[in-house]
């Protein structure tokens, strides 16, 4: 059976990344249930960068930026894990207007004991199940990211219509 969309190429690109990241939430979510780990892992940019960091004054601004995710998922993720327990908006000592998101006891109690062992065996496993040819998976990802959010993709496009 053929795969159309692999055949498209860059025609399909976001539509064959989208595949991807979908099997691989598909198989992380295995995991997690696997190991009897109530965890999303949606919420894995948010809950890791505050659990490992639970010292910073990390608003939602800073963990979008930190993370090139938008705002408004930002914001989303960390009132559903505020609504489970795992994170608390506090008012910045240094800035009353900042809003600053932290983890409770919870959280850092999940992360530690249950989330950093699986996470440290998926990335043992991703790492080694790339391809690793001369310039390696991570360096070209990164560099196909730059082109990307270089000039704009659609300004590109245009110019050939």
């Known amino acids: 059976m053929s795969d159309w969309i692999s055949q498209m190429e860059g025609l ?3 539509s064959r990344l989208r595949r991807f990241s979908d099997h691989l939430s598909s198989e992380i979510n295995a995991v997690y249930k696997a190991k009897k780990v109530d965890f999303n892992p949606r919420h894995f940019p948010v809950i890791s960068l505050i659990c490992l960091n639970p010292n910073d004054q990390l608003s939602i601004r800073d963990i979008a930026e ?25 008012t910045s ?7 600053i998101v932290r983890p ?29 040819d ?3 998976f991570w360096p070209a990802l990164s560099q196909a990211e730059d082109i990307m ?11 050939l219509l």
């Open 12 to 14: 399909a690109l976001g």
């Open 66 to 90: 930190e993370t090139a995710l938008t705002h408004s998922s930002i914001s989303q993720t960390v009132t559903k894990l505020e609504e489970i327990g795992l994170c608390k908006r506090e």
């Open 93 to 99: 000592t240094t800035d009353e207007r900042r809003i």
């Open 104 to 132: 409770t006891d919870k959280a850092l109690e999940l992360v530690e004991v249950q989330l950093k062992p699986i996470w440290e065996a998926i990335q043992t496993v991703t790492n080694e199940n790339l391809p690793s």
């Open 134 to 136: 001369a310039t390696g």
């Open 149 to 159: 959010y270089g000039e704009p993709l659609s300004r590109k496009i245009l110019k």
